[in-house]
């Protein structure tokens, strides 16, 4: 099983970025995808899901309305994009797996390494 996370990067407030995670070793379809993100002292916090048919979404209060959440089932990835970053959008960003739609870190069964994006003021 791999996540493998990318399109991090140093941007300016204000700005976009889109991070991708691309999905092998487990059936992609069959799983929920998140996203959660983790800044330097804090916890891990939740940021967006999906559910296995890309039907429905689920976001975090911080980022409702900036990030957007989606799927290619074709691709096995699972995207997030993320437009008006603020400063405290700065973290190290993990995509995950799960059986079902959660919000709860511990549901996930299986991890990407995490892609950092830091957003300066």
């Known amino acids: 099983v791999q996540l493998q996370a990318s399109g991090g990067g140093l941007v300016q407030a204000g700005e976009s970025l889109r991070l991708s995670c691309a999905a092998s070793?487990?059936?992609?379809?069959?799983?929920?995808m998140g996203w959660f993100r983790q800044a330097p002292g804090k916890e891990r916090e939740f940021v967006a899901a999906?559910?296995?048919?890309?039907?429905?979404?689920y976001y975090g209060d911080s980022v409702k309305g900036r990030f957007t959440i989606s799927r290619d089932s074709a691709k096995n990835t699972v995207y997030l994009q993320m437009n008006s970053l603020k400063p405290e959008d700065t973290a190290v960003y993990y995509c995950?797996?799960?059986?079902?739609?959660?919000?709860?870190?511990?549901?996930?069964?299986?991890w990407g390494q995490g892609t950092e994006v830091t957003v300066s003021s």
């Open positions: 999906i559910r296995r048919s890309g039907a429905s979404t």
């Open positions: 995950a797996a799960a059986r079902s739609l959660s919000i709860d870190y511990v549901q996930y069964d299986f």
């Open positions: 070793g487990f059936t992609f379809s069959s799983y929920a």
